[in-house]
């Protein structure tokens, strides 16, 4: 197999990726040496590649960009989601030989290189999307500088993140306001914002244009770890509850699920995202289940089913909310129009509602950030009565 791309930063080799079921592809290394496992998945979302690297959600997966060319805009700054690189590999079709953009500080091989990320590129990333459709989605390995044993081995060792309870450890290790409003007041909207509602948010692994888009509203968000529990939240004396997205599986969190239960009992306004959407639907008395490939991309159609409306959102879950489960009090409020796959419900009787995909989607699209002004409203009324 031939490989016309050469790294501009000369640490290319030659690096594996193996699946579990066997098959092998082989590519150039373009980040750290070394080798990393996880569950394979691909994402079919066109720009974004910092903010879909640096998500925690994507813990123990390795990434596959269907978009061809990745890393054309290098990297910067400010379009993380988290202060490092989450995903635990990354797989693309071809990387430039120079990374141009106005914003751009570094390339996004030497970011992968800097963090100790073992990604590949130069290979069919077309034909190994079509085994991840069929088959689904599975574990594998990429190594670079060792063989294709060695990357096989590791593949069929990684035991897939059923039953895994990945959300403790990427969480905060301590409590922390968010400061961004400050940065907000002064660039943002160009508003002054009204003293705001308390957003205690609980870090599964959250990401920062969440945190960003509480604090555009007004809010002051106080996060708290994990496993901090419903005492050390109502301690805090919030207007409202925020459960974040974050990796692995939900159904072992039992702390989260055993919080949030009492959190929503109490009538404290609540909003969960994509794993908070899972965990909200087990406190709540329904099941979760493993997706054969999962909803990973940026324009996924999701129906709301109250009004009707069609909206283009961006997705990145591999478990879902089984809706024959949901109890008589959940009221399912959006579907996916891919699958007919459950993508949101609201409590009938708490102020309480929650969302599968990503509202605070980063770079986009943006159809679904009047959720977080629902969210507001919720706390606001709870407030004022
Ligand atoms: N982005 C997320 O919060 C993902 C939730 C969960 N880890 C899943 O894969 O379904």
């Given at each position: 197999m031939k490989h016309p791309l050469k790294h501009p930063n000369g640490n290319a080799g030659r690096a594996i990726l193996a699946l579990a079921d066997g098959t092998l592809f082989e590519g150039v290394a373009i980040g750290a040496k070394g080798a990393t496992a996880g569950e394979v998945v691909f994402n079919t979302a066109m720009s974004g590649y910092q903010e879909i690297l640096s998500d925690p959600s994507y813990s123990r997966q390795i990434v596959t960009l269907t978009y061809p060319h990745i890393g054309n805009t290098g990297v910067n700054r400010e379009d993380v989601e988290a202060s490092r690189i989450h995903a635990a590999g990354l797989v693309v079709k071809d990387v430039p030989f120079l990374a141009s953009n106005f914003r751009s500080e570094q390339d996004l091989q030497s970011w992968l290189a800097e963090q100790g990320v073992v990604a590949i590129a130069g290979i069919d990333t077309r034909k190994l999307t079509r085994i991840l459709r069929e088959k689904g989605a599975q574990s594998g390995a990429i190594v670079a500088g060792a063989s294709a044993e060695e990357a096989l081995r590791m593949a069929r060792e990684f035991p897939g993140l059923a039953g895994m309870d990945l959300a403790q450890t990427v969480s905060t290790a301590a409590p922390y306001e968010w400061t961004e409003t400050e940065w907000m007041l002064g660039h943002g909207h160009g508003r002054q914002l009204q003293p705001g509602c308390h957003v205690v948010a609980f870090d599964f692994g959250v990401k920062a244009n969440i945190l960003r888009m509480l604090a555009q509203r007004g809010c002051r968000v106080t996060v708290l770890p994990a496993?901090?529990?419903?005492?050390?939240?109502?301690?805090?004396?919030?207007?409202?509850?925020?459960?974040?997205n974050g990796p692995g599986d939900p159904q072992p969190c039992d702390y989260a699920i055993e919080a949030t239960r009492e959190l929503i009992e109490r009538g404290v306004p609540t909003f969960g995202i994509c794993l908070g959407h899972q965990i909200m639907?087990?406190?709540?008395?329904?099941?979760?289940?493993?997706?054969?490939f999962g909803h990973h991309g940026a324009n996924h159609p999701v129906q709301d089913v109250e009004t009707g409306r069609v909206m283009i959102t961006s997705q990145n879950h591999g478990f879902a909310v089984d809706p024959d489960s949901l109890p008589n009090n959940c009221a399912v409020t959006h579907i996916s129009l891919f699958d007919g796959s459950l993508q949101g419900f609201r409590?009938?009787?708490?102020?309480?509602?929650?969302?599968?995909?990503?509202?605070?989607?980063?770079?986009?699209?943006?159809?679904?950030?009047?959720?977080?002004?629902?969210?507001?409203?919720?706390?606001e009324t709870a407030r004022h009565g």
């Open positions: 496993k901090a529990g419903a005492a050390a939240a109502l301690a805090l004396r919030p207007d409202g509850v925020f459960l974040s639907a087990l406190a709540s008395g329904a099941r979760t289940l493993k997706m054969k409590r009938t009787d708490k102020p309480a509602f929650c969302f599968q995909g990503h509202p605070e989607a980063s770079p986009g699209p943006h159809d679904l950030a009047p959720l977080f002004d629902r969210f507001v409203g919720m706390m």
